[in-house]
T-cell receptor, first 112, second 113 residues
Framework: GENVEQHPSTLSVQEGDSAVIKCTYS??????FPWYKQELGKRPQLIID?????GEKKDQRIAVTLNKTAKHFSLHITETQPEDSAVYFC???????????FGKGTRLSVIA | SQTIHQWPATLVQPVGSPLSLECTVE??????LYWYRQAAGRGLQLLFY??????ISSEVPQNLSASRPQDRQFILSSKKLLLSDSGFYLC????????????FGNGTRLTVT
């Protein structure tokens, strides 16, 4: 089955710096890659997603890049702010076959 | 618009007691429904998912069970709770395609004492 590895497990950055979280997946048939943000005690919320026919997608300070050849995708947060502090989860899915498989999460701390 | 309701928000139960968590979705038909568990500071563990009424797939063998008596209702149950059942339980829905966004409920924080 699909396996998703997420790195790093924890990340601390200074406010205003960029943060990058990387995930690798095992099944080359995977075609949908969402990212979720979970604040302490809250539910995970979708922040951005990308499909395999696209290499990059941006939404204001957040971007996701996908390298299908290397089977990895990354979340980029620019100009980080304290409210970006949260746990971020990546996930991957094989279309129509199985539920999303999540990475183990990255705890991002933005230091003011 | 679609909404997902999950209750209760918090629950403290003694070991050996039964459990029933309920989740309902509004504003959509025939959704996929999911139950996840999250231990403290850990990742999201998929427990059960359902693609239709009465159809339940179990991902992890344990003393929990799930049922889908109606199209937009998903119930997580246990006959006898264990200490290890403590955690944050999240219900979620998606459209009838696995490669689509998951929408999570607010979760139930269960403490088994």
């Amino acid at each position: 089955g699909e396996n998703v590895e997420q790195h790093p497990s924890t990340l601390s950055v200074q406010e205003g710096d960029s943060a990058v979280i990387k995930c690798t997946y095992s099944d080359s048939a995977s075609n949908y890659f969402p990212w979720y943000k979970q604040e302490l005690g809250k539910r995970p919320q979708l922040i951005i997603d990308i499909r395999s026919n696209v290499g990059e997608k941006k939404d204001q300070r957040i971007a996701v890049t996908l390298n299908k050849t290397a089977k990895h995708f990354s979340l980029h947060i620019t100009e980080t702010q304290p409210e970006d502090s949260a746990v971020y989860f990546c996930a991957a899915s094989i279309s129509g076959n199985t539920p999303l498989v999540f990475g183990k999460g990255t705890r991002l701390s933005v230091i003011a | 618009s679609q909404t997902i309701h999950q209750w209760p928000a918090t629950l403290v139960q003694p070991v050996g007691s039964p459990l029933s968590l309920e989740c309902t979705v509004e504003g959509t038909s025939n959704p996929n429904l999911y139950w996840y568990r999250q231990a403290a500071g850990r990742g999201l563990q998929l427990l059960f998912y359902s693609v239709g009424i009465g159809q339940i797939s179990s991902e992890v063998p344990q003393n929990l069970s799930a049922s889908r008596p109606q199209d937009r209702q998903f119930i997580l149950s246990s006959k006898k709770l264990l200490l290890s059942d403590s955690g944050f339980y999240l219900c979620a829905w998606s459209v009838q395609v696995f490669s689509s966004p998951l929408h999570f409920g607010n979760g139930t924080r269960l403490t088994v004492t």
